[in-house]
């Protein structure tokens, strides 16, 4: 069974920085392209970055280029993003989900939350 | 303001069918497939319909989709109470070379 559990999220004064992990299991970790979508409050659903699973080329919103970095590591079947200079708009509900091309997300972790507040 | 445009609210009731838009442009919809997620209240979303209109396993057929153009729609038939969520279609974006959700539909089982 697929499975997929993010941690990390916590209170952050802006301009910080936080580190979100995603521990997967159940499938091979280093076959699949994994992704981080966000909510906010009273917001829609928001693509952030991917990372395939073999070259690891990066993919990133316009909305955190140059402020977060994606990273996995197959060894240890974990995806990692890296939050540095944080704003208060990127306040939510970060996911973890399997998957990337196409916009197809095939499995999706309970969230982790970020509150970026002083 | 999303790439994807969606009905910000639907309603209907038990039993009823219940369709839900999505309107996007050449680079997104016009060029790509449309996926569909469903979020329950307080829970991770979840892969409802991929490649326009296939249901992963364990979806009811109740739930199906459909694709024309630049546009692509969502339909429930036989409302439950338990349909009650947000729902939000997805596609690539060719241009943003990156995916692009809409604003999300939030259905109310009246």
């Known amino acids: 069974e697929v499975h997929l559990l993010e941690s990390g999220g916590g209170l952050v004064q802006p301009g910080g920085s936080l580190r979100l992990s995603c521990a997967a299991s159940g499938f091979t970790f280093n076959n699949y392209a994994m992704t981080w979508v966000r909510r906010a409050p009273g917001k829609g659903l928001e693509w952030v970055s991917s990372v395939l699973g073999s070259t690891l080329n990066t993919y990133y919103a316009d909305s955190v280029k140059g402020r977060f970095t994606i990273s996995r590591d197959n060894s240890k079947n974990t995806l990692y993003l890296q939050l540095n200079s944080l704003r208060g708009d990127d306040t939510a509900m970060y996911y973890c989900?399997?998957?990337?091309?196409?916009?197809?997300?095939?499995?999706w972790g309970q969230g982790t939350l970020v509150t970026v507040s002083s | 303001q999303s790439v994807l445009t969606q009905p910000p609210s639907a309603s209907a009731t038990p039993g009823q069918r219940v369709t839900i838009s999505c309107s996007g442009s050449?680079?997104?919809?016009?060029?790509?497939?449309v996926n569909w997620y469903q979020q329950l209240p307080g829970t991770a979303p979840k892969l409802l319909i991929y490649?326009?209109?296939q249901r992963p396993s364990g979806v009811p057929d109740r739930f199906s989709g459909s694709k024309s153009g630049t546009s692509a729609s969502l339909a429930i038939s036989g409302l439950r109470s338990e349909d009650e969520a947000d729902y939000y279609c997805a596609a690539w974006d060719d241009s943003l070379n990156g995916a692009v959700f809409g604003g999300g539909t939030k259905l109310t089982v009246l």
């Open positions: 989900a399997r998957g990337f091309p196409l916009a197809h997300f095939d499995y």
């Open positions: 050449s680079s997104n919809v016009g060029s790509n497939t």
């Open positions: 490649t326009n209109n």
